[in-house]
């Protein structure tokens, strides 16, 4: 359920921006803390191939390109939050894991 707060009370529209960003920095440091083991990056490799972000989401069938967007969209998110937390760490899953 989604929270309710009165945007015109400044004190609490500041607590619920350093609440967003203290959630964010945690989601933050546990995609650091995945990357930063081999299994991990193996792992997220993995999931964006079958996300296939760069592949194009063209199919006959609407579903199924609604699906396929679906699919390049996370994929696409999951690589602004890599990047995010770490573009080194980003670039050693790539190298270790050229070819999918």
Known sequence: MTEVFDSSD????NKAIKSSKD???ILREALVSIMQTPSGRSWIKSLLDRCAPFRTPFSPDPIMMA???GEAGI???LIAELHAASTDLYLVMMKENPNG
């Open 23 to 25: 959630r964010d920095a």
């Open 75 to 77: 994929g696409l998110q």
């Open 10 to 13: 400044r004190k609490v529209v």
């Open 67 to 69: 699906r396929n967007c």
